[in-house]
């Protein structure tokens, strides 16, 4: 059985860092991609950032040179590192795997070429708060 589990979340003051990590298990074969959404408070979820197994990467505009994805050694651990953070970037943060490319053949608005809906990801972790005041 496929497990993602999140960790690192927090409360932080704006300008700080903080680092997500999703340990993953039971998979047969590694997925394709792993991505990083985000759910604000009454809003939609959208992308926040993806890597595929290639290691190509994508980012939302509004994450774009503060956030960085990566995987860890084992490849089981997804990383998504925060510097910089804003109020904005308070959210549930949720982190995703796709058994396949992900990829789009545009940019959505936003400037992910990945569709954030859950039904289009195998697998979903539980989520981590991150809150962000100013």
């Known amino acids: 059985q496929v497990h993602l589990v999140e960790s690192g979340g927090g409360s932080v003051q704006a300008g700080g860092s903080l680092r997500l990590s999703c340990e993953t298990s039971?998979?047969?074969?590694?997925?394709?991609?792993m991505g990083w959404f985000r759910q604000p408070p009454g809003k939609e979820r959208e992308g926040v950032a993806a890597?595929?197994?290639?290691?190509?990467?994508n980012y939302a505009d509004s994450v774009k040179g503060r956030f960085t994805i990566s995987k860890g050694n084992a490849k089981n651990t997804l990383y998504l590192q925060m510097n910089s953070l804003k109020p904005e970037d308070t959210a549930m943060y949720y982190c995703a795997a796709h058994l396949s490319p992900p990829w789009l053949g545009h940019p959505r608005p936003g400037g992910t070429w990945f569709d954030p809906r859950a039904s289009l990801w195998n697998f979903w972790g539980q989520g981590a708060q991150v809150t962000v005041s100013s």
């Open positions: 039971g998979f047969t074969y590694s997925p394709y991609c």
């Open positions: 890597i595929d197994s290639n290691g190509t990467t």
